[in-house]
């Protein structure tokens, strides 16, 4: 091949290169744009929390359903009153919920407790959203939780749109309401009190 023509053939695969490499570029763009979007807006990539009917804590025959929150966004937070960590975190939440003033939707779901110890340790943090009694952790199971505090955030298709190991942090339930599709509600101050029941 004469040396002209072999400088056009190098040229020419040169540019194929080029163009190779600028749209392997571009599709991995798009995928962690994608990627980005589906984990902060919670879409069809993000798993369904699983359903869950619960007798409520403190009796009553009432029940808690997560099929009675369809169409909104819910945080969903395990705990039990034996719980260390949960000693902190539950009036953490319970001030949360209160400073929210009804635009954030909590369930709790003691698990593996006593009812008795459940509703003392409720009563004395303050809990005023509803809490389901999970004894025999048969729903905590289902959310894949063998440790506990942790904390889900559903958007208003139930799907999981953030979780938390460990005691949440305002900080967290900030981000995390915000996955939700929600404005953050202002954590109210340590030194707030609440005197509603769980249950409610």
Known sequence: ?????????????????KVASAVI???????VAVS?????????????????????LGGSNSHVSLAAYAGRPVIVNFFASWC???????????????????TVDVIGIDTNDSQ??????????????PVAFDPAAKTAGAFGVVAI????????EHRIVDRIYGAVTAAELAKGV??????????????????GRNGS
């Open 1 to 17: 091949m004469p040396l002209g023509a072999q400088a056009a053939s190098v040229r020419r695969m040169a540019r194929q290169h």
């Open 25 to 31: 570029a571009v599709c991995v763009a798009a995928v």
């Open 36 to 56: 980005t979007v589906a984990a902060t807006s919670g879409t069809a990539t993000s798993p369904a929390a699983p359903a869950f009917t619960l007798s409520a």
């Open 84 to 102: 260390v960590p949960c000693r902190k975190e539950t009036p953490l939440m319970a001030r949360f919920y209160r400073s929210a003033h009804g």
């Open 116 to 129: 008795t110890a459940a509703e003392t340790f409720t009563r004395s943090t303050g809990v005023s959203y």
């Open 149 to 156: 505090p942790q904390t889900f955030f559903l958007n208003a």
């Open 178 to 195: 915000a996955r939700m599709g929600k404005s953050a509600a202002p954590v109210a101050s340590a030194s707030t009190r609440g005197s």
